[in-house]
C-alpha cells in the first residue's frame, strides 16, 4: 500500500517537472506573469523645438483660414442649367472681414461663399477686387462683428533657399489641414493652363493639393509670405512640387485697392515663340533666332495696325525654352505635364 502511494506520488512530481520545464508549457504559461501587453518608453520624450513651433504657428492661424466654395452655373447638353461647385481656400488679413484667396478659385462665380473654421458659420462674399495677371483676388464677408484672428503679411522679397514654410488650407476639402516643407526655389516662371505665364513664383515642397489654392504659406513666424497656387505633378496630385505667388505681389494689388486704382497689367498682349537654326531659315528669317511673334491681342492689333505678324522676329539672348523654367513638352514619352491648378473652381467656357 505505502508503495503504491510512494509510486503514484513520484509520478506526480516527475510530470510537474517535465511540464514545467519545457520552454512551451501550458503549464508554465498558465503560471507566468503575464505583463504588460507592450513596451512604454524608457525616457518620456519631449516634443523638438521644431514641432513646438509648428503647433504654435497652427493654433495662431488654423482660425484665420477659411473655406470657400464657388458656385457656377453652365448649360448642359440638353440646354438645362447645371450647378458646378468649386473648393478653395483664402485666409483674413483684418478684422473687417476681407480675404485674400485666387483668382481662378473666384473667376466666372456667380455665388461665393465663406465657410469660418471656429464655428463653421457660413458667409456670402463679396468680390472686390480681381488681378488676373497674377492670379489674386480680394473678396469680402459681413461678419456680424469684428473678427479677431487674421494673418499678417510678410515680405517675400526676403524669402532665402532653405527657409521653413508651412502651408495651411483645405486640399480635397479637409478643413485645416496643415503641411511643412522648405523654399525650394525662388523666381521660378510657370505656366498657367488658361491665363499665360505666373513670373517670380516660390517653389516650395509643402505638400499643396487641389483645394489648396488661395491658402497661405507662412513663415516660422507665423507671416504670410506667399499665396499657394499651382502645383506640378503628372496628375493634379502633389509630388513635392508646389508654387505659391510671392505675398509683396498681393500688397501691390491691396495699395490699388486702398487708393482705388485698377491694377496695372503685366501682360503686354503679344504672345511669342523661341525658334532658331534651321526653323528660322526656313521661315526666311535670321539663323540666329529670336522670339517669333505668333498672336497679338485685338487691343494691340488696333493700337497699332501696321503691325506685320508674318516678318515680325524678335531678337534674343535669352536660354532656350527649357532653361528659362518652362515645362518640357506634354509628349508621350515625357514624364512631365503642366501645372495644375490647386484649387477645382475654373471659369465656365
Given at each position: 500500500?505505502?508503495?503504491?502511494?510512494?509510486?503514484?506520488?513520484?509520478?506526480?512530481?516527475?510530470?510537474?517537472?517535465f511540464l514545467t520545464?519545457?520552454?512551451?508549457?501550458?503549464?508554465?504559461?498558465?503560471?507566468?506573469?503575464?505583463?504588460?501587453?507592450?513596451?512604454?518608453?524608457?525616457?518620456?520624450?519631449?516634443?523638438?523645438?521644431?514641432?513646438?513651433?509648428?503647433?504654435?504657428?497652427?493654433?495662431?492661424?488654423?482660425?484665420?483660414?477659411v473655406?470657400?466654395?464657388?458656385?457656377?452655373?453652365q448649360r448642359d447638353f440638353f440646354f438645362g442649367v447645371q450647378e458646378v461647385k468649386?473648393?478653395?481656400?483664402g485666409f483674413l488679413i483684418n478684422s473687417d472681414g476681407q480675404i485674400l484667396t485666387n483668382f481662378h478659385v473666384v473667376s466666372g462665380s456667380s455665388d461665393v461663399e465663406v465657410t469660418m473654421p471656429p464655428d463653421q458659420s457660413r458667409y456670402k462674399a463679396?468680390?472686390?477686387?480681381?488681378?488676373?495677371?497674377?492670379?489674386l483676388a480680394l473678396i469680402q464677408i459681413d461678419p456680424k462683428k469684428k473678427l479677431s484672428a487674421f494673418l499678417h503679411l510678410g515680405d517675400s522679397d526676403a524669402l532665402q533657399v532653405g527657409q521653413k514654410v508651412l502651408a495651411i488650407g483645405n486640399p480635397f476639402g479637409l478643413a485645416g489641414?496643415?503641411?511643412t516643407g522648405i523654399v525650394s526655389s525662388l523666381h521660378r516662371k510657370i505656366q498657367?493652363?488658361?491665363?499665360?505665364?505666373?513670373?517670380?513664383?516660390?517653389?516650395?515642397?509643402?505638400?499643396?493639393?487641389?483645394?489648396?489654392?488661395?491658402?497661405?504659406?507662412?513663415?516660422?513666424?507665423?507671416?504670410?509670405?506667399?499665396?499657394?497656387?499651382?502645383?506640378?505633378?503628372?496628375?493634379g496630385g502633389s509630388v513635392g512640387i508646389g508654387f505659391a505667388m510671392p505675398i509683396n505681389r498681393a500688397k501691390g494689388m491691396l495699395e490699388d485697392f486702398r487708393s482705388g486704382r485698377r491694377p496695372a497689367s503685366t501682360v503686354i498682349g503679344v504672345?511669342?515663340?523661341?525658334?532658331?537654326?534651321?526653323?528660322?531659315?526656313?521661315?526666311?528669317?535670321?539663323?540666329?533666332?529670336?522670339?517669333?511673334?505668333?498672336?497679338v491681342s485685338p487691343r494691340v492689333r488696333n493700337s497699332a495696325p501696321a503691325f506685320d505678324l508674318s516678318t515680325a522676329l524678335l531678337p534674343s539672348r535669352s536660354p532656350p525654352r527649357s532653361e528659362r523654367g518652362r515645362w518640357p513638352s506634354r509628349g508621350r514619352d515625357s514624364p512631365c505635364r503642366r501645372p495644375h491648378r490647386a484649387a477645382g473652381p475654373r471659369p465656365a467656357r
Open positions: 500500500m505505502r508503495l503504491r502511494i510512494f509510486l503514484i506520488a513520484a509520478a506526480i512530481v516527475g510530470a510537474f517537472v520545464n519545457r520552454q512551451i508549457s501550458p503549464m508554465r504559461t498558465f503560471l507566468r506573469d503575464p505583463g504588460p501587453a507592450w513596451s512604454g518608453p524608457v525616457i518620456a520624450a519631449g516634443l523638438s523645438s521644431d514641432e513646438t513651433n509648428n503647433i504654435e504657428i497652427y493654433k495662431a492661424a488654423k482660425d484665420s483660414v473655406y470657400i466654395t464657388s458656385t457656377v452655373y468649386g473648393l478653395g481656400s463679396k468680390v472686390l477686387m480681381r488681378d488676373q495677371a497674377h492670379d489641414t496643415l503641411t498657367s493652363e488658361d491665363r499665360g505665364d505666373l513670373e517670380d513664383m516660390i517653389q516650395t515642397d509643402a505638400a499643396i493639393n487641389s483645394g489648396n489654392s488661395g491658402g497661405p504659406l507662412l513663415d516660422s513666424q507665423g507671416n504670410v509670405i506667399g499665396i499657394n497656387t499651382a502645383i506640378y505633378g503628372p496628375n504672345t511669342t515663340y523661341s525658334i532658331s537654326g534651321d526653323w528660322a531659315e526656313a521661315l526666311r528669317l535670321p539663323r540666329t533666332g529670336g522670339l517669333l511673334i505668333g498672336r
